[in-house]
């Protein structure tokens, strides 16, 4: 672990003035897996759609603090250079109506591609890195919504990863998913590390401890401790850790 | 008969009754109109200018003249009514301006069709000078269809799941990028569907077109949009009226015409619509 990528300082998050992130400090390295665990409600979606400023979309939202992207403030850069550099994949699979190919074709036709054999070879690759190549590549032209559950999943990281990010969100993706579904996204995450920095929300503690490098634990809203995955999961610092991990809790 | 499932026969039987009154006075008027324009319906009504006091001839200029007011009303209400219904659904804030134009398109549908006919005949003719022409007719039918053709196109929009908009933002659209491909595209069956109802609406109305385009009587097809012409609804109005002794045929025969015309029109719709459910996958 090296460069730091992400990192956040004194940062608050609110909805309709009400606090659901307080004060968070924390950083992200480059090429880790930070699995990102906690209790339902307490700010793990909210921080993930924080960084790449996706809870805007809401209008009661407001924000205190800077979150930094590789040293420069997310606020002073314009919001589809930020969101093309940092995707995000949702809990749900969701795809849009359209082929598999013009589903992935979509974020870099939105960022001006417009070549054909140059958005031919960004879908196949992201194909590629998501696993997903093998299954779809003789019908790239069907509907995406006649994929399974499984791979509509991996579709939406092949749609993410074709418009070239640095950074991969992933909020809760398997929770919609039968474990053989998951095992392949898990496996696609493993691979993707070479070139991307991930970052995974989970409710499922056993799939942080599988995929990620460090852990953070989140409760209320606030950060209860961050370190290694092996250090965080064998012996915690906080007891309130300690009883989430044992599931006394949540 | 006193079993839940008797009762459940007769209330079944109840309801298929009045629900065959709904549909009576429909086919009674298509029947009644086809039936007593046998006779006079033929190649001639349709393509000829009317002669010897509107008594015999045919209707073209009535047809053309309503043809071109669809047109012109189309032209100022589908760009002001879509556009407008994107605004309010995508960008507007929820705030005391954007309810107050809300409040407003509830209230201008429920405005009674005369009531639009003066206040065109006061702006468009007589204000702005346009005289009884196309243009002013064309103007008065845009606002009358403004109502139905945002609220069909705000429900369209609305339709559009709200997911297809942030899988756009999150690959980085820019927001017209998101409503040009990922939500126009979707909410475009309703749209049409909508527009081309209040159009067909349009179509058929007399009260707007009174003061501000219709003509008695003008066998000659108009040269531009400042000149006056006859339309479909208001000559069926004066030769009802207005000509004695005229052919009853003639009178429903034009009517027939004009009930083709719209039927027409929102089998356009319906077609629209069934082509893009087949289509529609989530």
Known sequence: ?250 | MKTAQGRERIAFIILGIITFFVILPVFLTIFYVAKHSIGAISWEFISQYPRNGMKEGGILPAIVGTVYLIVGTMIFSLPIGILSAVYLVEYAKDNFFTRLIKLSIVNLSGIPSIVYGLFGFALFVIFMRFGTSILAGSLTLAIMSLPVIVTATKEALEAVPYSFREISFSLGATKWQTIRYCVLPYALPGILTGTVLSLSRAAGETAPILFTVAAFYLPRLPRSVFDQVMALPYHLYVISTQVPNMPLKISFATAFVLILLVFLMNLVSIVIRAHFRKKKQW
Not at chain 1, 21 to 49: Q, V, W, Y
Not at chain 1, 54 to 69: M, R, V
């Open chain 1, 1 to 250: 672990m090296s460069d730091t990528i992400i990192e956040t300082k004194r940062f608050s998050a609110y909805f309709d003035g009400r606090c659901v992130l307080k004060d968070l400090e924390m950083k992200i390295f480059a090429h880790e897996i930070l699995g990102i665990i906690g209790p339902a409600n307490s700010g793990k979606t909210t921080f993930l759609r924080a960084l790449n400023r996706l809870n805007y979309l809401k209008p009661n939202y407001s924000e205190k603090g800077e979150i930094y992207f590789l040293g420069k403030n997310i606020n002073q850069i314009k919001d589809s250079e930020l969101r093309k550099r940092i995707g995000i994949i949702f809990a749900l699979p969701q795809v849009l109506p359209m082929s598999i190919y013009n589903n992935i074709a979509y974020g870099p036709r939105v960022h001006g591609i417009r070549k054909k054999s140059t958005l031919d070879e960004l879908v196949e690759v992201s194909l590629k890195r998501a696993y997903l190549w093998d299954e779809v590549r003789d019908r790239l032209n069907s509907p995406a919504l006649k994929l399974s559950g499984g791979q509509q999943q991996r579709l939406c990281i092949a749609r993410t990863l074709a418009v070239e990010p640095d950074v991969i969100l992933y909020d809760e993706p398997c929770s919609g998913l039968d474990p053989i579904s998951t095992a392949k996204v898990e496996e696609a995450m493993q691979e993707l590390r070479k070139h991307y920095t991930q970052v995974l929300v989970t409710n499922n503690t056993k799939q942080a401890a599988r995929v990620s490098q460090r852990c953070a634990f989140f409760l209320m809203g606030e950060l209860i401790e961050i370190d290694e995955t092996s250090k965080l999961f064998t012996a915690p610092h906080d007891k309130r850790t300690d009883d989430y991990i044992r599931g006394k809790f949540g």
